[in-house]
Each structure stands twice: as C-alpha cells, then as structure tokens.
C-alpha cells in the first residue's frame, strides 16, 4: 500500500519521503519506483514506530532538509504480530499504530501549518480499517499493558483510536487550514499479512479471504490518495474514506468515496477529546522518561 501510494505520487513529479525501519529496503523501494516511471525527487528514511527516540530523530532530521510538507500520510502498521511490547512498553499492536502516528504527528505539525501558511495545501491522513468497528477502548489501559494477545482487537481498538485522533486533531487544528482526514482500503494483497504471526487462526482466515478476494494494492490506496490529495475536500476535514462495508464484509466499489464508520466513539466529540488529552499525558510521561523532549497540545 505505501509503495503504490508512493509511486503514484512520484509518477505526478511529487517529492516523496519514503521512511520504514530497514532502509535497506526503503532505498530498494524508491530505486523500483524510479525505474518505474518515478519522476519526482524521493528519498529513504529511516523511522522505526516502536522508538520514540527513533520517531524524533526521524522528525528532526526532516525538519534539516528544509522542505515543505503538503501531505503527511499514516500508513505504516503491524498486523496479527507476535505478542510483544515496542520500547516505551506499550502493547505492540497499539504502540505501532497508535502512539507511535500520535507521536509523529504531534513532531511534524509545525511543518504542516508552515507549509499552509505558505500557501500550499498541508493535511494529514490517517489509515484506520474495517475493523475499526470492532475496537474496544480500555480508558484504565490505552496502553495496553494488560492485553495478553496482540490480535484482532488490538488491531481493531488502535485503528479506532486513530480514526478518533484524526477527528479531534482536526477540530483543534480549525483556522490554521490544516485538515486532517482517515481512509482505509478495504481487503487487500498486501505484504502485511506475511509479517504476522502463522500460528493465529484470525490470520490464517484473513489470508485465505484475501488470497481469492483481496484487491490489488494499486486499487486498494484508491481512498488514501484521494484523501491526500483531492482538492475538493478543501473544508471538509475530519471525514473518512473507504469502499462501503456491512459488518466486516467490504464491497471494493467505490473505494474512493465518503464513508460513516460503525464504532459508536467515532461519533462522540467527548471521546475524541478525552482519547486526545489522556494520550498526551501518557506520551509525554514515556517522553520524560527517555530524558526526550515533551509535546504540548494542539
């Protein structure tokens, strides 16, 4: 998914910044997408989401280049891992998706209303999923610490709260012209699933559906890119993109149009906020403890 999306947007002569944990491989993916009709300058980086310290130096080092930044896209994520916890100790699942994007997001900020400022248009897209419906928030455990799984409704629960922070950043933000928007793609073939854990029955599941109905990952980014860079959504921040689904059952049409997510917290103003400010302080508190710098509010 992040390579099409990458591609695309080098193919229309975009400067795209290509960052993952192995840069070996995000070089790799770059020089396939130059010789693949890339005409735009792209870039590897490397960015691990488990490590805070990984995520700042990251930041810092974007900030050095001295470039606009126009469209900040949260795609990278695990799926069905190995049980296990990312550096500040949160659950796998939703250190990685979840706090991992709050803490980038919040670090990259500055260069988003910059670049508004400048007379660019900046936003910033956040990749939620089907699933999301299924999500349970633990108030006393956002970190998960109790979990003894990092399964489904990990998963579920991380994209959930990140649809959530899409909305509630996008209220605070109003004013500045920066939007933010969430997108998911419905099935697809995708990489993801071969970095899973093979023991778990969900994924075995997963992989077989999407062995005979999964899209191809060039139609499945379909909503992302619209929500990056569609200038008709100008005003219309917050909003979520994905082809319709009924329960967990996606129909791939229209994969590129405005959707209603089920969870019910998707629609609690309350929740956004409550989600946004209990994050901050337990982002800040593993901030202080790795001796970082802490993030204010929006």
């Known amino acids: ?17 290509i960052a993952a ?4 491989k995000c070089e790799k993916a770059a ?15 490397e960015l691990d989401l488990t490590s805070f310290k990984s995520i700042k130096a990251f930041a810092d080092k974007y900030h050095e280049l001295n470039l606009p930044l126009h469209m900040l896209i949260n ?7 190995n049980h296990d ?15 991992g994007h709050y803490y980038l ?3 990259l900020l500055d260069k988003l209303v910059q670049t508004q400022k400048e007379g660019g248009m900046a936003r910033a897209v956040f990749m939620s999923s089907t699933f999301e419906q299924l999500g349970n928030i633990n108030w006393d455990d956002l970190e998960m610490y109790k979990s003894q799984e990092s399964g489904l409704f990990e998963y579920a629960t991380a994209k959930i709260m990140k649809l959530m922070l899409s909305r509630e950043l996008n209220k605070r933000l109003k004013g500045t012209g920066v939007e933010m928007y969430s ?9 993801l699933y071969s970095k899973g854990d093979h023991r778990k029955g969900t994924m075995l599941a997963v992989e077989f559906f999407q062995s005979f109905y999964g899209q191809a990952p060039v139609r499945g980014c379909r909503s992302l890119l619209r929500a990056a860079t569609d ?7 917050g909003q979520y993109f994905s082809p319709p689904y009924l329960s967990v059952l996606t129909f791939h049409i229209n994969n590129a149009g405005r959707f209603f997510p089920y969870h019910k917290s998707s629609r609690n103003e309350e929740h956004w906020k409550r989600l946004y400010d209990r994050t901050l302080d337990i982002v800040n508190g593993k901030l202080k403890e790795k001796n970082l710098p802490v993030i204010s509010a929006v």
């Open 1 to 17: 998914m992040g390579f099409e999306v990458a591609k695309c947007l080098s193919q229309k002569n975009a400067t795209v910044i």
């Open 21 to 24: 944990r192995n840069k070996q």
């Open 31 to 45: 020089a396939e997408i130059k010789a693949q009709g890339g005409k735009g300058r792209i870039e590897a980086m």
């Open 75 to 81: 795609n990278a994520g695990v799926f069905l891992v």
């Open 85 to 99: 916890h990312t550096q500040e100790g949160f659950e796998t699942t939703v250190g990685t998706n979840y706090f």
């Open 105 to 107: 997001t919040h670090l």
């Open 183 to 191: 997108a998911q793609p419905g099935l697809v073939s995708s990489p």
């Open 231 to 237: 200038p008709e959504l100008i005003g219309r921040g």
